[in-house]
């Protein structure tokens, strides 16, 4: 089945300046790829998707980029702020009809100072 | 417009008893996965419904199950609790026809003791 690698599992930044968190996955037929960002006491939220027939995607502070090749895909986040702070997951899924599936990568706790 | 709604929040029971656990999805969405999430674990897969059908499954034991009804309210049921089964239940729904993303709920925490 899939798997997901997701590193650091401990990222700590001042504000302002930028976070990267990398995933790899280990299934040739994924093609969609989620992040979630998860607070305290509440459930996943979905922040930005990429599909495989796009690079990269931009929402904002939020990027994502995924190299299919490698099988490997990036968040990035620009001009950190202390509300960024949470546990973010990246994500796998076949898409059609295994689009329900999703295989978690294990979670990066970011920390933002002020 | 509303969000994924799951009750109960909390959920204490013993081992050996069987809980079910309660999802009502985003209007209009058709698809409702669930997932286990635990410290050691992390999310987990463990079902999907699709316009009541079960589509994809993870795997766990077959102590756990789910359905899904006509207006795609979902539920899952675990019977025979054991200690490992402590955890924190998350379900999502989307539309289902992979254009959009999965939207996750707050979650049901259950304790087994």
């Known amino acids: 089945g899939e798997n997901v690698e997701q590193h650091p599992s401990t990222l700590s930044v001042q504000e302002g300046d930028s976070a990267v968190i990398k995933c790899t996955y280990s299934?040739?037929?994924?093609?969609?790829f989620p992040w979630y960002k998860q607070e305290l006491g509440k459930g996943p939220q979905l922040i930005i998707d990429i599909r495989s027939n796009v690079g990269e995607k931009k929402d904002q502070r939020i990027a994502v980029t995924l190299n299919k090749t490698a099988k490997h895909f990036s968040l990035h986040i620009t001009e950190t702020q202390p509300e960024d702070s949470a546990v973010y997951f990246c994500?796998?899924?076949?898409?059609?009809?295994?689009?329900?599936?999703?295989?978690f990568g294990q979670g990066t706790i970011l920390t933002v100072h002020p | 417009k509303a969000g994924v709604t799951q009750t109960p929040r909390y959920l204490i029971k013993t081992r050996g008893q069987q809980v079910t656990l309660s999802c009502s999805p985003i209007?209009?969405?058709?698809?409702v996965s669930w997932y286990q999430q635990t410290p050691g674990q992390g999310l987990q897969f463990l079902f999907e419904y699709f316009s009541e059908t079960q589509r994809n499954k993870g795997n766990f034991p077959g102590r756990f199950s789910g359905r899904q009804f006509s207006n795609s309210r979902s539920e899952m049921n675990v019977s025979t609790l054991e200690l490992g089964d402590s955890a924190l239940y998350l379900c999502?729904?989307?539309?289902?026809?992979?254009?959009?993303?999965?939207?996750f709920g707050s979650g049901t925490r259950l304790t087994v003791v």
């Open positions: 299934d040739s037929a994924s093609n969609y």
């Open positions: 209007s209009g969405h058709r698809s």
């Open positions: 994500a796998a899924s076949r898409g059609g009809t295994s689009y329900g599936k999703l295989t």
């Open positions: 999502a729904s989307s539309l289902g026809q992979g254009g959009d993303g999965y939207t």
